[in-house]
């Protein structure tokens, strides 16, 4: 079982910057796959990021590629979202979620997620 909560939403200006931090319990941490995801009101939940449990392989969704940067401490229990030159289209909640396994895009393949954090970028 994990319990993961976010940290870091607010608002901030369209070309800024905001990072995000996913703490989450539990000793086995480094054996989860661990994503963001975002959903905005009235849209489905997106996958943004994620990060392989072993090699630490990355992915991005199309729309963030080169503005948005995922790493994780595994000594922390913590996976982070840098989210640089944002956009509006950026707002969201923005979710981390947990799996065992590979790399998904798909939200419903996800076992744990958080609470979720408000990023609101103003133009």
């Known amino acids: 079982q994990v319990q993961l909560v976010e940290f870091g939403g607010g608002l901030v200006q369209a070309g800024g910057s905001r990072s995000l931090s996913c703490a989450a319990s539990?000793?086995?941490?480094?054996?989860?796959?661990m994503a963001w995801f975002r959903q905005a009101p009235g849209k489905e939940r997106e996958f943004v990021a994620a990060?392989?449990?072993?090699?630490?392989?990355?992915y991005y969704a199309d729309s963030v590629k080169g503005r948005f940067t995922i790493s994780r401490d595994n000594a922390k229990n913590t996976v982070y979202l840098q989210m640089n030159s944002l956009k509006p289209e950026d707002t969201a909640i923005y979710y981390c979620?947990?799996?065992?396994?590979?790399?998904?895009?798909?939200?419903?393949?996800?076992?744990?997620w958080g609470q979720g954090t408000q990023v609101t970028v103003s133009s």
């Open positions: 979620g947990a799996r065992n396994g590979y790399i998904r895009d798909d939200p419903y393949q996800y076992d744990y």
């Open positions: 539990g000793s086995t941490f480094a054996t989860y796959t």
């Open positions: 990060i392989s449990w072993n090699t630490g392989t990355t």
